[in-house]
């Protein structure tokens, strides 16, 4: 069934029709943390206003939910020297306090987080668009992912619990932090992938200045507090304002240890270039993705439909994990389009606490017309929308269009949509999609659909060597997050899982001694009577 504009645009809800439990009250953020104070702002303020439109008599109007502060240099070089204080050079209350107690820290901010946990997936579905099953899943999942990295970070510590002789040397190895860390997290998994870089720096003693992403502010804000009242003061300080007037000077102070974004690859290395000793910056990047579908000549069809249904479209192809160009040999290219055709009409849009809601609206006020754009390129050089009312939207509201056949040239082609917007590339040779990838600035994760074991395995041999995941009759996708996040090329720098995130936010480090008989009893009394933090033998149950 074709899709129009005006039945787009007729799924906005009046205010009386958007049951209670799911309206939102503005929320005029006018604080922010810095150095364990909750500090009252004064000055200017930016609107956020919602992906969701409302009907009115006047029409469709988008709907304000709320403010946040726009401070500027002076309150984030102020953040910066908190967290510098914090750490002190290492000698800080955060960075010498016990494993233990940084963990007791971090659970006693769990338990305030869910105290919030209503009013935060409330604003994710009014701030981003997500869906209300998205949106408590996203909460969920981020809290799961804290409990996953207190348990990785015990094993981590009891394995760290003993010393070793070697040739000789007593010693003992454990991970220590690395400093200040600026974190920045991106607007569509604006808690969980923030909180997968936040929540391992902090633990791991580090000390935090934290900016939210431009879409996606407002529900950090609940957190504040809990954060405030958790952690010694300066161990978390958050940053408001634009972007770039706030970050240059933080990177060009050279104050800043470690950079984690997740976002573009042009963002990063503009950043990095800005410090002074690169060198003694360390980067945890998660960036651009162009991840592709290979379906071949033998893929059980029907499976591979149902995979790339998912990962070119949950949560509106918003996901840099997104499968985002499909690849089809031309023997089964008709039979899989007619059937991507119609499962992708069969999607529902709507609003986000809907129930049936598949589609809801883009967070990005250029997107619509971005991916307008695209389209419109790729059928002047000879693709074709494949599904009726493919490409139709009405305000933020877009339709999912799936377009064919996309070729070298074209927009679709190479640049990352990052949208509901399904290129599909016949093949003949399966030279052509790994010559595709090989040629990619992007490196993150493929899909691969077959049956044939033998030739699966001819293709995952090089592919793995190309990107850091390759999913086998299934989509691109993060998860579990026990499992290395990671990417090649532009697509990331550093590795994100729960145990490989505390590695990346720490670094090894070893006290040694010569095995004599008076380093022997220095170190027993520094052991037994529990002198240090980092030489004892406690073991964390």
């Given at each position: 069934m074709s899709t129009s504009s005006n039945q787009l645009a007729a799924l906005f809800q009046s205010e009386s029709d958007i049951p209670a439990e799911y309206n939102i009250q503005p929320l005029d953020q006018r604080e922010y943390l810095i150095n364990g104070e909750m500090r009252q702002w004064g000055g200017m303020t930016t609107d956020v206003v919602s992906p969701v439109y409302v009907q009115s008599e006047d029409g469709l109007k988008r709907k304000v939910i709320g403010s946040y502060p726009v401070t500027g240099e002076t309150e984030a070089m102020e953040a910066l020297d908190a967290a510098v204080k914090a750490y002190d050079n290492g000698r800080g209350e955060w960075p010498t306090m016990s494993v233990a107690d940084r963990i007791a820290c971090m659970e006693r901010f769990v338990g305030r987080m869910l105290e919030r946990k209503q009013q935060v997936v409330n604003l994710l579905m009014w701030e981003i668009g997500k869906t209300l099953g998205d949106s408590v899943k996203e909460f969920d999942r981020t809290v799961e992912y804290i409990y996953d990295t207190i348990g990785a970070l015990k094993d981590l510590d009891r394995n760290s619990s003993r010393f070793r002789i070697e040739q000789g040397i007593i010693g003992q190895i454990r991970r220590s932090p690395l400093g200040v860390v600026l974190c920045m997290g991106p607007f569509n998994y604006p808690l969980n992938e923030t909180y997968t870089t936040l929540i391992p720096a902090i633990l791991m003693g580090n000390t935090i200045l934290f900016k939210p992403p431009k879409h996606g502010t407002l529900l950090h804000y609940p957190m504040l507090e809990a954060f405030r009242e958790c952690f010694p003061k300066g161990v978390v300080n958050t940053i408001y304002g634009r972007g770039a007037t706030v970050v240059p000077a933080l990177m060009q102070s050279g104050k800043i240890n470690v950079l984690t974004l997740i976002g573009s690859s042009r963002v990063a290395d503009q950043l990095k270039k800005m410090h002074p000793k690169v060198n003694r910056l360390k980067a945890v990047l998660g960036l651009d993705a162009k991840n592709a579908a290979i379906i071949l000549e033998n893929a059980d069809l029907e499976l591979a439909l149902k995979e790339c249904m998912l990962g070119t479209l949950s949560f509106n192809?918003?996901?840099?994990?997104?499968?985002?160009?499909?690849?089809?040999?031309?023997?089964?290219?008709?039979?899989?389009?007619?059937?991507?055709?119609?499962?992708?009409?069969?999607?529902?849009?709507?609003?986000?606490?809907?129930?049936?809601?598949?589609?809801?609206?883009?967070?990005?006020?250029?997107?619509?017309?971005?991916?307008?754009?695209?389209?419109?390129?790729?059928?002047?050089?000879?693709?074709?929308?494949?599904?009726?009312?493919?490409?139709?939207?009405?305000?933020?509201?877009?339709?999912?269009?799936?377009?064919?056949?996309?070729?070298?040239?074209?927009?679709?082609?190479?640049?990352?949509?990052?949208?509901?917007?399904?290129?599909?590339?016949?093949?003949?040779s399966i030279d052509e999609p790994i010559d595709y990838i090989i040629s990619s600035d992007h490196g993150q994760q493929v899909s691969l659909f077959g049956t044939d074991p033998d030739q699966l395995a001819r293709l995952i041999d090089p592919l793995v060597n190309q990107v850091s995941r390759v999913n086998l009759n299934a989509q691109c996708q993060r998860g579990p997050d026990t499992f290395p996040f990671t990417g090649r090329k532009d697509s990331a720098e550093g590795t994100l899982s729960v145990e490989d995130a505390l590695r990346s936010f720490s670094i090894r480090t070893v006290v040694a001694t010569k095995d004599t008989p008076a380093n022997k009893e220095i170190l027993n009394e520094i052991v037994g009577e529990h002198k240090s933090e980092f030489l004892s033998t406690n073991f964390i149950f």
């Open positions: 192809g918003q996901r840099c994990t997104a499968i985002k160009i499909v690849w089809v040999h031309r023997s089964v290219a008709d039979q899989f389009l007619k059937r991507l055709a119609e499962e992708v009409n069969k999607l529902q849009p709507g609003m986000p606490w809907q129930k049936t809601s598949q589609i809801t609206p883009l967070p990005e006020p250029q997107k619509p017309a971005y991916l307008t754009d695209c389209i419109r390129d790729a059928e002047a050089k000879g693709a074709t929308v494949i599904n009726e009312g493919g490409g139709t939207y009405a305000e933020s509201l877009f339709f999912p269009a799936v377009v064919y056949p996309v070729a070298e040239g074209m927009k679709l082609y190479r640049e990352e949509q990052f949208g509901p917007v399904i290129p599909v590339v016949p093949f003949d």
